[in-house]
């Protein structure tokens, strides 16, 4: 890929830049903008002569083709030459020869980007406060140049030609640092401009995901001019009859946060709205079955694969979800679910799948083998620190007889309603399976069985008559901006690696942190994030076990644990003295209550003489004497809280028999503890019947008690 990409860099860097300047000027439907596409592609060839400088139709032809990859016929040419001529841009010297007279008016790229780069400057303050336009004036050529990085992947490809996808970016982040390191900056403004210049890629800042359409669009109408006689104007939609999804549209479909999810949720979308019905086979659903038990697979035991444990899909989309693990695996097995109820994607009817296409399936099944490894072994060439892998059987008999399936279909459409131009296709991001398709079965069916899914929102966008609205201009754009600038993927914390590994051992997932604390309390911690540096899950997993087995690891739990469990408790102390610092303030305010009542009722016990232990024990204001003082107390002024302390005091005091006084006590205490509940009922009872010898001491009480009841 690398390769490739700096190969093509290279030879179009210059012509592309032009395309998309071009691309500003071809705006608008095709039936309407074909005479200004053709006129633009002059000009555009134009631009490369000097004024008074010699020209000829057929010199334009060649400029043309180099420039833009479109083949204008000559008779194009010379109608768009004649127009010229009589507005003065050039002269006709005769026998198909011309003179330049004024250079061609065609937008610089400034001028074209100038209202992105006004809305990243707001967006750039709010990130960036110290941003000074003077002195940080090379930040604007740097966002130029990684706009223009995005636009000549879409220029370099013919974006009509159904055909290998080698637009997407793997690690746009990485290409902006390099872009940054080539200018010096001298604050920290360089060290914060390329977090700030990939968020603002990654966000939907309207003014951003406008351009990128219009310019994609425009691109679009500049392929679409060469392909007039190829493929005639046609209601496209109509044309297709279904798809049928590979495994790879699919799970994107399942999983949020995979940078094809928006250019597959953006074509699910407009085939809804177009009526093109979408199926999967029996054995892609097989397949993704398999993917999610791969999955749950990797989340169970420390044994992954080897390479990243992110290269899985499902199991990164789970890390970036935040969801639980069981609520993500729910999730995971409700996928047919989900995707017929938002997008109508059901398995093919049993009908239409009866037969394959025995010869194309024998054949495909025999070619993909030897076409991924003849793939494999030649990036193993390029990079030495590639891993050689080779795809399992399951996935050549899968992909063959899909392909079987839909060559089966075209051969006979008296299966489907009627003979259609262009479909059903087989819709994948496999670049090996449109490889096939493009060198072995394109040779018999101009169209062939397959289709990449840029290709087919590339047809949606130039032959449906169907217009695309604001809604539509906006997913377009996010799904080309996610599919082509793409984040390598944030390498695995020790946090992140934590949480798999308590769901991989059955831990929990709620004690993650206690893993945490051993990893970081662990001599091999050094190594563990080494390998998670380097995405080595396998060898990740196998430090991980060896931390586990180390001599030392019952240490390590409990320094860990007591670590965890001495935060919490610190918190628990905090939480506990607050409590505890209430408890008191409403203590202390019923004791001075409590204590201004005694003086109050003994102030009035001093008028009266009393001299039997027990007086005046009943009536409506009953009163308890101990020891013959009249330390009286009225009980219907008794607070709620205290006449369990009170009634225990008093049994306490007064009932010398150890045995009945330790029965009543704690039968005290129950009523204590069920107060404001349906026990309280049986306590009370209990108590009474108990104290029923000393009803004379517990009757002041009563009433009270009797209240809770």
Request: hydrophobic share 35%; glycine share 2%.
């Amino acid at each position: 890929m690398s390769t490739y990409k700096s190969i093509n860099e290279q030879s179009y860097s210059i012509d592309s830049e032009l395309l998309v300047r071009l691309s500003a000027i071809t705006k608008g439907e095709l039936l309407e903008r074909r005479k200004d596409i053709r006129r633009s592609l002059v000009l555009a060839a134009l631009d490369n002569y000097n004024i008074n400088e010699i020209v000829n139709s057929e010199e334009l032809t060649i400029q043309i083709k180099q420039i833009t990859k479109c083949k204008l016929i000559p008779e194009d040419i010379i109608t768009v030459l004649n127009e010229l001529e009589n507005n003065g841009t050039i002269e006709h010297l005769g026998q198909l020869k011309y003179k330049l007279k004024i250079k061609p008016s065609i937008p610089n790229f400034e001028q074209i980007v100038q209202p992105v780069w006004n809305e990243f400057q707001v967006f750039l303050k709010d990130f960036i406060s110290e941003y000074d336009p003077e002195l940080h004036n090379n930040a604007e050529r740097i966002f130029e140049s990684l706009l223009m990085k995005i636009l000549t992947r879409f220029s370099v490809s013919e974006l009509l030609e159904n055909q290998l996808d080698t637009v997407p970016i793997e690690n746009f982040e990485y290409i902006i640092s390099k872009e940054v390191d080539t200018v010096f900056f001298h604050d920290n403004f360089g060290k914060k401009y390329p977090d700030v210049l990939f968020k603002y890629f990654c966000s939907n800042s309207p003014k951003l995901l406008d351009f990128i359409f219009e310019s994609y669009y425009g691109l679009i109408n500049i392929d679409l001019v060469s392909r007039e006689q190829e493929l005639p104007l046609i209601d496209f939609c109509d044309e297709i009859e279904f798809l049928l999804l590979d495994t790879n549209f699919i799970i994107p479909l399942i999983c949020n946060t995979d940078p094809k999810n928006p250019l597959s949720f953006a074509l699910v979308k407009q085939c809804k709205k177009y009526n093109i019905p979408l199926y999967f086979t029996q054995k892609t659903k097989e397949e993704i079955w398999r993917s999610i038990k791969n999955a749950k697979s990797d989340m169970k035991g420390l044994h992954s694969r080897k390479g990243s444990i992110t290269n899985n899909q499902i199991v990164a989309d789970f890390i970036n979800s935040k969801k639980r693990w069981s609520e993500y695996s729910i999730y995971l097995d409700s996928w047919e679910i989900i995707i017929k109820d938002k997008w109508n994607i059901v398995q093919i009817h049993p009908e239409m799948s009866a037969n394959i296409d025995e010869y194309i399936y024998g054949d495909i099944k025999g070619i993909l083998p030897i076409a991924d490894r003849f793939r494999f072994e030649s990036r193993a060439e390029r990079d030495v620190d590639y891993h050689f892998h080779l795809r399992n059987e399951n996935a050549y008999e899968h992909d063959a007889y899909c392909i079987g399936l839909i060559g089966y279909l075209k051969k006979n459409p008296s299966t489907v309603n009627k003979p259609k131009t262009l479909g059903p296709w087989f819709l994948t991001y496999d670049n090996l399976i449109s490889f096939v398709n493009a060198t072995y079965i394109r040779k018999d069916d101009e169209f062939g069985y397959v289709i990449q899914p840029r290709a087919l929102l590339n047809y949606f966008l130039a032959y449906s008559k169907i217009q695309f609205d604001v809604e539509d201009k906006e997913t377009v754009a996010i799904a080309l901006l996610r599919f082509t600038a793409r984040s390598k993927g944030s390498k695995l914390t020790i946090e992140e690696y934590s949480r798999l590994v308590s769901i991989k051992i059955d831990f929990g997932e709620e004690n993650s942190e206690i893993i945490k604390e051993i990893f970081l309390k662990s001599p091999l911690l050094e190594e563990l994030e080494k390998v998670l540096y380097l995405e080595d899950g396998e060898e990740a997993d196998l430090v991980a076990y060896d931390i586990f087995s180390h001599p030392g690891i019952q240490d390590l739990i409990k320094e860990a644990t007591y670590s965890k469990k001495d935060k919490e408790q610190n918190q628990q102390t905090i939480e506990r003295l607050k409590n505890a610092l209430k408890r008191e303030r409403d203590e202390l305010s019923k004791e001075k209550e409590r204590v201004k009542r005694l003086e109050i009722d003994m102030k009035s016990s001093q008028m009266v003489a009393q001299t039997s232990v027990i007086n005046n024990i009943y009536g409506e204001r009953s009163k308890i004497n101990i020891d013959s003082q009249d330390n009286s107390i009225s009980f219907t002024e008794i607070n709620n809280e205290i006449i369990f302390d009170d009634l225990r005091a008093i049994i306490e005091k007064s009932i010398p028999d150890i045995n009945k006084k330790m029965e009543l006590e704690e039968q005290i205490e129950e009523m204590k503890n069920t107060r404001k509940t349906d026990k309280f009922k049986e306590s009370y009872k209990n108590f009474i019947s108990s104290a029923s010898d000393h009803m004379a001491l517990i009757a002041p009480f009563i009433p009270t008690l009797a209240s809770f009841l």
